[in-house]
């Protein structure tokens, strides 16, 4: 499927919790083609900016918009073009990786063979024909992973997903984000990893206490290429 978003706009997001200001009023371009990488410390709403990018979450007040199509009134037309890996899993725990993988592809009207060819570049092992609730948290981040690009997405926002991964497993990460990056997705990356946000930001923004932090100039704080 051809990329469908040429950028996200996301304006003067609000997101309450309660008393809790998660997102106190963000907005942002994410352009297509170059990976975002968002930074801040913990409960500075850097997952809640994810869900709600993800349509997982409803915002308060404030809009987003994926290319022509707002977010709140084309739900369902946006979903079909999100990759999306957040700290659920979002695998069935009795199917085998493999069978999740097809499953979600199948749901999408892309061919299983993609799921085959995503086992293959992450060089999953023999788990893959297990069932997921036998897996180990790397395990299950790789084909947490796999599932999230399975439908060759628009956009794809992954939290936190270098977790459980070991060397190699962060090396293949990198790698598809790049690829997914060069294919024209709009990628949006929520880490604490120093390294990789080094090797993969083509910008770094920074959350803290539900707003951006923006420098004199209006631009976002650690702005910059990548390598
Ligand atoms: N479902 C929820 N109900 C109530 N409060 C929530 C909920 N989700 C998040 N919050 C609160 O919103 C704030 C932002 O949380 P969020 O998960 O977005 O932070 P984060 O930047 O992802 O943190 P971390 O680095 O720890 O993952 C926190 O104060 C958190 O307690
Ligand atoms: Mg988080």
């Not at 190699?168 to 604490?192: N, P």
């Amino acid at each position: 499927m051809a990329v469908a978003f040429a950028e996200v706009r996301v304006k003067k997001l609000v997101k309450l919790y309660g008393r809790t200001r998660a997102l106190a009023g963000v907005s942002l371009t994410l352009p297509a083609g170059a990976v975002t990488v968002v930074e801040g410390p913990n409960g500075s709403g850097k997952s809640t900016l994810l869900h709600c990018l993800a349509l997982l979450a409803k915002p308060t007040s404030g809009s987003i918009a994926f290319g022509t199509l707002d977010g709140r009134a084309h739900a369902r037309q946006v979903r079909r073009h999100l990759g999306v890996l957040t700290h659920a899993s979002m695998l069935y725990p009795d199917l085998t990786g493999r069978e999740n993988l097809r499953f979600y592809a199948e749901l999408h009207g892309v061919p299983t063979s993609r799921a085959d060819e995503l086992c293959a570049r992450f060089e999953v092992g023999r788990f893959i024909d297990r069932a997921v609730r036998t897996y180990s948290r790397g395990q299950l981040q790789r084909v947490a992973l796999a599932r999230a690009l399975v439908a060759r997405p628009s956009l794809l926002l992954l939290d936190e997903p270098s977790t459980g991964l070991d060397t190699l497993g962060v090396q293949r990460l990198v790698e598809v984000v790049r690829a997914e990056r060069d294919r024209g997705a709009v990628v949006v990356l929520v880490t604490h990893d120093d390294e990789l946000s080094r090797q993969v930001a083509d910008r770094r923004v920074l959350l803290r206490r539900g707003r951006l932090v923006f420098d004199g100039e209006g631009s976002v704080v650690a702005e910059g290429a990548a390598s």
